[in-house]
């Protein structure tokens, strides 16, 4: 049993699902609500209501080991992502939208793809069963970025905060000069760990063995499904969705690390990642729907930990709002700059 009421406040991260399956029933202007609720109602509420204070070293929910409700509420959102996909493309075939509808149903089932897909599938590709695992590539290829599986757990968790992470921000750039560089720069880097891994196990890098090469595949079949059932029109709508999801995503990577670096101890060799290596959020609303991505310095801290065991670590930086907030603000440079570069530690 739950020891305390205040878990099921997780419930709450469904509510973007529901905006978006509600814009879909409800066509015209509804087709925006989750952009609206997400990026607008979210950020407002936690501008105007500081997050409480919190204790170091207190897990985010009253149970601290696996427990079949937080568990359940992650694998539910793979059910939840492709059927919210599936009628998403009915709707666009069977409803005729406008293209103001239909600009509405891509935004919204797209904030959908980068919350439930990439963020969900990034807290189980970080558990050790095999089966939850292959539940966070399901979820991955339902918004066409699968070799984030690959670069995430053995790249990003090894180089982040320094020069050879491809999606750690540096100091003065740009969001819109960090975006291309992190998509590119995280593909290769998921090509070249699988090299790496295929010539330590002394296999060929062309051949079924390879992952990289899997998904592809994998995702390729899946693509000739949906021009299948939905046609060419359904193919670039999902993949529309896609796109809104992988850039939402790569705007949580730019805000989590932005300007903050590991000290070199000898050449290629960084100290070992610690709290003030992320930028962190206690705001309420960001925390739950993201399922407590805001405690990042704790997740890198110890990648192992379940998301609702997650702690507040008082040596990290904190954002002056919640993640939603902070993602639109990084959007505007010169806002951000003004916001954030008073606030990065001049030693880190």
């Not at 973007?16 to 950020?43: E, N, Q, S």
């Not at 406008?98 to 891509?106: D, L, P, R, V």
């Not at 801290?301 to 609702?308: C, L």
Request: overall charge positive; proline content about 5%; hydrophobic content about 45%.
């Amino acid at each position: 049993m739950l020891s305390r009421f205040r878990d099921l406040r997780y419930l709450f991260a469904y509510t973007l699902p529901l905006t978006a399956a509600l814009g879909l029933v409800l066509g015209g202007a509804f087709t925006w609500l989750t952009l609206a609720y997400t990026f607008g109602l979210v950020p407002l509420v936690e501008w105007l209501r500081p997050p409480v204070r919190v204790e170091a070293g207190v897990a985010a929910a009253t149970e601290t080991k696996r427990h079949i409700f937080f568990d359940g509420l992650l694998y539910l959102n793979v059910p939840l992502q492709y059927g919210l996909l599936a009628f998403f493309l009915y709707s666009l075939q069977n409803q005729n939208f406008s293209a103001f509808e239909i600009a509405g149903a891509i935004f919204s089932v797209g904030i959908c793809c980068g919350a439930l897909g990439i963020n969900v599938a990034h807290e189980l590709g970080h558990r050790s069963r095999g089966w939850e695992q292959r539940l966070a590539q399901a979820l991955l290829l339902s918004t066409w970025y699968p070799h984030f599986f690959i670069e995430h757990n053995r790249g990003h968790h090894r180089h982040v905060a320094t020069p050879l992470d491809p999606v750690t921000a540096r100091l003065d750039e740009a969001f819109w000069r960090f975006l291309p560089r992190a998509v590119l720069g995280e593909f290769r880097s998921a090509w070249d760990l699988e090299v790496e891994r295929l010539r330590r196990q002394d296999r060929a890098l062309w051949s079924v063995g390879n992952q990289m090469l899997q998904f592809q595949m994998v995702q390729v079949l899946l693509a000739g499904l949906v021009v299948g059932w939905f046609g060419l029109a359904g193919l670039l709508a999902w993949l529309g969705a896609a796109v809104v999801g992988y850039v939402l995503f790569q705007l949580v990577n730019y805000v989590e690390h932005y300007g903050l670096l590991r000290r070199q101890t000898r050449p290629g060799q960084y100290e070992r990642v610690q709290p003030h290596h992320s930028w962190n959020s206690e705001h309420a609303l960001g925390r739950i729907l993201l399922y407590e991505l805001t405690r990042h310095s704790d997740h890198h801290y110890q990648a192992s930990r379940p998301y609702q065991t997650l702690r507040h670590q008082p040596a990290s930086p904190q954002m002056p709002t919640g993640y939603p907030g902070m993602m639109l603000l990084a959007t505007v440079p010169p806002l951000w700059f003004r916001v954030m570069n008073k606030r990065v530690p001049v030693d880190n």
